[in-house]
């Protein structure tokens, strides 16, 4: 069957992530957590004290990055390495959602993370998801989704997801994080976050799983039916 590269952005917390990895595992395509890309780079520039507004130095520290997707069998789905080191569950913490929208705004960072992102999809059959995949990574990718959500219903999963790993969660933290962010991703200079001309509007508010994955799945073999003719 033909493969393509399918894009999914929007804004934080609406399921991106959840939706990607379940189509690349139906698909049996790469999935790409673009977004785990800039923790990663954020955990860096905060352990090595590095200054995200100086550029020179941003320039300097992305020389000392490496950064890889690592299969885990387990959970059947990618872990993210930081020069080798596994940071999977490192760059979900709190520390890391306060700055990375900050750091990913830098022009360098995103050079850095997109030049690697495009590199990832010579080969078709891949799922990326994140902010500007459908824009500036892939716009000539054959199927682009712009995920949405209600604010409310975004603040509620993301909540009850990071409370899982840590009670002393607040739902009004996690709240004002996800506002700052969608502000930060929307409205900086370089590559902000923007549905794309011909993206799908997908909103799964009020669907389950399975509803969004059967819709999703469903415009793939429209798009890959639409393409062999
Ligand atoms: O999963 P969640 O919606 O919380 O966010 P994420 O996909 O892990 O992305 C974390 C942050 O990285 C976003 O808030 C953006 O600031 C940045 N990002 C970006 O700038 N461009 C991307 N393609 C993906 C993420």
Known sequence: MK??????????????????????????????????????ITLYFLRNHINWN??????????????????????GTSDMLLNDENVEVLIR????????????????VRNFGVTQQQKMGEKKGIVMDGRDIGTTVFPNA?????????????????FKELFAKNPNISVEEVKTNLEMRDYIDSNREFSPLRKAEDAIVLDNSNLT?????????????????????
């Open 3 to 40: 493969k393509i590269i399918i894009t999914l952005d929007g804004y934080s917390s609406c399921g991106k992530s959840t939706l990607a990895k379940e189509m690349a595992h139906a698909l049996n395509y790469v999935f790409i957590d673009s977004g785990a890309m800039y923790r990663a």
């Open 54 to 75: 100086d550029d020179a130095e941003v320039q300097e520290a992305l020389k000392e990055i490496n950064l890889d997707f690592d299969y885990n069998t387990t959970t």
């Open 93 to 108: 913490d709190m520390l890391v959602s306060e700055h990375v929208s900050e750091v990913a705004a830098n022009q360098y």
């Open 142 to 158: 054959e199927l682009k989704i712009f995920v949405t959500a209600d604010p409310a219903i975004r603040v509620e999963r993301r």
């Open 209 to 229: 799983r399975e509803e969004q994955l059967r819709t999703a799945l469903q415009w793939v073999n429209n798009k890959i039916n639409e393409l062999v003719k």
